[in-house]
């Protein structure tokens, strides 16, 4: 996953549809019908967000008849994960110096 696709994934995750949608497929693959049947917005938005979080990487579809099922992406989720786990190690870092320069001062 590179950068842009990474940061489009981010921007993805930014819409609380979105992220039911993940979090219900990260139960396993699911159609369109059963994730709008558990979800608070109409067929043609869940198919919207579906078709965002495809272009993002997040989520792969495939046709099975004439349903199509959609499956997360492991590897762009592992991706996402890395960063967020980066992110939150600087975080801990940062405040860890900040927390020991005023004992350092003294």
């Known amino acids: 996953m590179d950068a842009y696709q990474a940061a489009s994934g981010w921007s993805a995750l930014g819409d609380p549809t979105r992220r039911s949608i993940i979090a219900q ?3 396993g ?3 369109v019908g059963e994730l709008a049947a558990v979800l608070p917005v109409s067929r043609p938005a869940v198919s919207q967000a579906l078709k965002v979080l495809k272009s993002a990487g997040l989520v792969s579809e495939q046709a099975a008849g004439t349903r199509h099922v959609y499956r997360l992406n492991p590897a762009a989720v592992a ?3 890395d960063q967020l786990d980066t992110f939150w190690s600087r ?3 940062a405040y860890g110096e900040a ?3 005023p004992r350092r001062r003294s």
């Open 25 to 27: 497929l990260s139960e």
């Open 29 to 31: 693959p699911r159609a």
């Open 79 to 81: 991706a996402l994960r």
């Open 91 to 93: 975080a801990l870092n």
């Open 99 to 101: 927390v020991e320069e």
